[in-house]
């Protein structure tokens, strides 16, 4: 038996796969693929060159924010990253836009363009065309813009292009201007409004000063504010309460001292506390008044009256020093009740300054307010105001935020098709198209063609394939596939039976394989021409070989030998005749059958009965090996039968033909009566075609090995 895929354990075969392998399998589907390629590149190619030729024209608009009148970034300007900002694709799609393509339709007279407007168009029909022949894109992440028009007339296409870029820009610059305009109008009717609120806060201002007594700002030390002044008020007043009351306490000490010194009689501590001039010289006169007395009161007696003059003179002065006391103490009394009122009336003064700082305090706070909204509202009309001369001044100045930077040229290519891109495409779409349509029918195939197939799929062994006689003989001389097993033994034709009859009953002392039964799960399949070759080279070889015509429907065998039939197998089973009667030589090859008589009915349940048992073991005596063709398995249960009594079974099936599903049907029908398929070999192979897509099986191989064989197929 020949080398199989088998693992060491003899049970799961072992899979050829790979990047070989698929090339293997689909190679058979080449032509086809080719052919499809074909036919989609040539339909690419005639489309291609049907087409009318289209010519672009291109213009380039920069995005570059224009300075305003004042030298400033306009508002809604591109951002310097536009990678991080939708400013761009604003740009974008404002060159899109329907009204802007509209606008260049009327302005290049493009609806009256027969390319654009074909007779009895619309409006909207031009646009729609318009719009679908211009392509607008950024370029890379550039704050440049793409305007690509494509047209039949090259000088077209570049005129339309510029006048997008010419028109988008005069559009841009005419919104500028009118945004300007609405924002100079907007604020000239806000700057009335505001007027009246600055003046509004201006008389606040005034009149609350005028309420409160408050210095004006353009009066003289304004900056000081009354504020401060009170507050200078109340320290003065201050000071001079601090001083009255320093003073009205050194009266009322004067005060009470003379009226202590009074009450005590100490008129000398009197004198020496307010002694005045008067005073001074009213005690000398006493003093001198009282020498006199106290002199003359030692010299003369009471009633002497110079004495008593003296002592009137003495009551005198001691009287007018009295009145000039009182007068003192009563002096001190009034300066004391003087300076006590002065001191309450400085008070008073004291409460009324400070009461007026705190109400100057209050009126600064609330005018600080008023003049901060006055200053406020001064401040945003002086804004506005200048406001409104800047949006005058950008309205007459107003640039647009983009420019053309590159202005389309007339194209001396057309842009469309573009011919080298399309056949490429053409070609590619045609080997996807192939290639789908090749995986397809691989999905889609359920017959054998390797022996990977065989032993992956079936799970038994691969003996052998069987080519087709013209692919495997360079010149047959014989149109008749048994025969030329015997003009050509040296081709690879005859040398696919010898390994099929090697591979079924390898050599082997202990159990010898004798009988083997050649058939097919379906008719049609070789089985008679393999088990007539098969019988032939082995009996070319040297081994008795006798050939059994077990088809009793149609004795297929008989037929292709051109055998008589007087006798056959029927009449041997059924005693009619005997085995020698029966048999056939071939002188040819030198083997023998067994054939099928004419006109013989097939008998129910021949091929299992004793008989047939019987001429099994005569026939193993008599011959070295026994080969038995029978009908296909799954319309008659005879070959069954007989593959459950036969030490080999080869199960033929129809490279690229047999449906899977039909062999394997064929197996577990064996297998239920006993039998066991020995193995699988694959009949009328084009040896050809396998040598190209047969990965893994011998034949793949074949252009290698072929010089060996005498008669080489082409």
Not at 375 to 403: C, F, G, H, N, P
Not at 507 to 519: G, R
Not at 591 to 615: H, T
Request: glycine share 6%; proline share 5%.
């Amino acid at each position: 038996m020949t080398d199989t895929n088998y693992d060491a354990a003899g049970q799961q075969p072992a899979q050829l796969g790979g990047l070989p392998a698929a090339i293997g399998r689909y190679r058979k589907h080449w032509p086809l693929t080719l052919a499809i390629t074909c036919v989609v590149f040539v339909a690419v190619t005639a489309f291609t060159f049907l087409q009318k030729p289209e010519y672009s024209g291109t213009a380039t608009v920069l995005l570059s924010p224009k300075a305003d009148a004042l030298g400033r970034q306009s508002t809604g300007a591109p951002p310097v990253d536009p990678t991080s900002d939708a400013g761009v694709d604003t740009q974008v799609q404002g060159l899109k836009a329907k009204d802007l393509a509209a606008a260049v339709i009327r302005s290049q007279g493009l609806d009256k363009d027969p390319e654009f407007a074909p007779a009895g168009s619309k409006f909207g029909n031009v646009l729609d065309n318009v719009s679908n022949n211009l392509t607008v894109k950024r370029v890379s992440q550039s704050l440049e813009v793409e305007v690509d028009f494509r047209s039949a007339n090259p000088e077209t296409a570049a005129k339309v292009a510029n006048a997008f870029a010419d028109t988008y820009v005069a559009q841009q610059a005419a919104i500028k201007a009118e945004q300007a305009q609405q924002l100079n109008a907007m604020m000239r009717g806000r700057m009335d409004e505001l007027a009246r609120q600055q003046e509004a806060a201006d008389k606040a201002v005034q009149d609350y000063r005028a309420a409160h007594g408050l210095l004006s700002p353009d009066q003289p030390n304004a900056n000081v504010y009354s504020s401060s002044l009170a507050e200078d008020d109340v320290r003065t007043v201050g000071s001079l309460l601090e001083t009255a009351r320093s003073t009205a306490a050194q009266d009322q000490a004067r005060l009470t001292s003379a009226e202590n010194f009074v009450k005590a009689g100490n008129s000398d501590g009197l004198f020496a506390s307010l002694g005045t001039m008067t005073m001074a010289q009213l005690r000398a006169q006493q003093a001198d008044a009282s020498r006199k007395v106290a002199d003359m009161q030692s010299r003369y007696g009471p009633k002497n009256p110079d004495l008593i003059s003296a002592e009137h003179q003495l009551q005198d002065v001691n009287r007018a020093v009295q009145a000039e006391v009182d007068r003192v103490v009563t002096g001190a009394r009034d300066q004391a009740n003087t300076s006590s009122g002065q001191v309450q009336a400085l008070q008073k003064t004291l409460a009324a300054a400070q009461a007026k700082l705190l109400a100057a305090n209050e009126a600064s706070v609330h005018l600080t307010e008023l003049e901060s909204n006055a200053q406020s509202a001064q401040t945003i009309y002086q804004t506005v105001l200048s406001r409104v001369k800047e949006t005058a001044a950008q309205q007459a100045t107003a640039q647009a935020d983009v420019e053309v930077s590159s202005r389309a040229e007339p194209s001396q290519k057309p842009s469309y098709p573009i011919v080298p891109l399309n056949l490429a495409v053409g070609a590619i779409l045609g080997l996807v198209i192939g290639g789908g349509v090749a995986v397809f029918r691989e999905a889609m195939n359920t017959t054998l063609s390797t022996l990977d197939d065989v032993e992956t799929k079936l799970r038994v062994p691969y003996l052998a394939s069987l080519p087709l006689m013209s692919t495997a003989i360079k010149k047959p001389t014989t149109k008749v596939p048994t025969d030329a097993i015997l003009q050509h033994p040296l081709s690879a034709f005859t040398e696919s039976f010898r390994t099929l009859a090697a591979a079924a009953a390898p050599p082997s002392l202990d159990n010898p394989v004798k009988t083997i039964v050649v058939t097919s799960s379906t008719p049609d399949e070789g089985k008679t021409t393999a088990a007539i070759c098969m019988a032939r080279t082995s009996a070319m070889g040297g081994i008795r070989t006798v050939l059994l015509d077990c088809d009793l429907r149609r004795g297929a065998a008989t037929e292709l030998l051109k055998l008589p039939r007087k006798k056959g197998i029927l009449d041997v089973l059924t005693g009619g005749a005997t085995l020698e009667d029966a048999l056939h030589h071939d002188s040819a090859s030198g083997a023998y059958v067994l054939p099928l008589s004419a006109g013989n009915q097939a008998v129910e349940g021949v091929l299992g009965s004793e008989a047939f048992d019987r001429l099994l073991e005569t026939l193993k005596q008599r011959f070295d090996l026994i080969i038995i063709d029978t009908a296909p398995i799954l319309p008659v249960v005879d070959t069954r039968i007989v593959a459950s009594k036969c030490d080999a079974v080869i199960l033929l099936v129809s490279w690229r033909k047999t449906p899977l599903r039909a062999v394997q049907t064929a197996i577990h029908q064996l297998e239920a009566v006993g039998g066991r398929v020995t193995g699988v070999a694959l009949s009328q192979v084009n040896l050809k075609v396998q040598a190209k897509s047969g990965y893994g099986d011998p034949a793949y191989y074949y252009q290698s090995y072929r010089s060996y064989y005498a008669d080489q197929s082409t």
